[in-house]
Antibody, heavy 124, light 113 residues
């Protein structure tokens, strides 16, 4: 059974940093691209960042470019999101999602599988 | 402002049919990129409903169907049930001179009357 478990969320002050983790199981982790997607309270889904199977391709939304860094450790079946210079508008539930393909050149041919999310609140 | 445009809300009575549109452009849906649909029940993570424009994952009832034409896609739900009340999102990929990345619609809240 595919499982994605996010962790690392919490309350953080503006300008500070936070690192999210996503532990994957139930599938061959290094066969798939992975993504972070966020959902602000009461709002829709926003793609944040994606990483290809071998970390050779990485992408970021303009809203986080230069502040967030995505990475993965295939040996540990884990995905990460380092978030620096956090702003109030970064407050959201952050989902880890498994792509159905290896790269970032499309949204995958068979859709994504999502974890349950970890909540990040940026407030003083 | 989402790249893919969905109606904010739709509603229907039990047993009725509703459709949710997802309108894009020549840089995403019109460029041939697949559209996927997700159902998000209150307080839960999105769940894949339709992939590759019109395919249902195993376990998804055949009351749900998807289609794509030109720069738009649609999700249809027939025989509406109370448990269908949820938010629905379309997803595709956008590639333009300013960059390429996954895009979502703004979401549509389905209310079963």
């Amino acid at each position: 059974e595919v499982q994605l478990v996010e962790s690392g969320g919490g309350l953080v002050q503006p300008g500070r940093s936070l690192r999210l983790s996503c532990a994957a199981s139930g599938f061959t982790f290094d066969d798939y691209a992975m993504h972070w997607v966020r959902q602000a309270p009461g709002k829709g889904l926003e793609w944040v960042s994606g990483i290809s199977w071998n970390s050779g391709s990485i992408g970021y939304a303009d809203s986080v470019k230069g502040r967030f860094t995505i990475s993965r450790d295939n040996a540990k079946n884990s995905l990460y999101l380092q978030m620096n210079s956090l702003r109030a508008e970064d407050t959201a539930l952050y989902y880890c999602a498994k792509d159905s393909g290896m790269g970032l050149a499309a949204a995958g041919t068979s859709g994504w599988f999502w974890g349950q999310g970890t909540l990040v609140t940026v407030s003083s | 402002q989402s790249v893919l445009t969905q109606p904010p809300s739709v509603s229907g009575a039990p047993g009725q049919r509703v459709t949710i549109s997802c309108t894009g452009s020549s840089s995403n849906i019109g460029a041939g990129y697949d559209v996927h649909w997700y159902q998000q029940l209150p307080g839960t993570a999105p769940k894949l409903l339709i992939y590759g424009n019109s395919n249902r994952p195993s376990g998804v009832p055949d009351r749900f169907s998807g289609s794509k034409s030109g720069t738009s896609a649609s999700l249809a739900i027939t025989g509406l049930q109370a448990e269908d009340e949820a938010d629905y999102y379309c997803q595709s990929y956008d590639s333009s001179l300013s960059g390429s990345h996954v895009v979502f619609g703004g979401g549509t809240k389905l209310t079963v009357l």
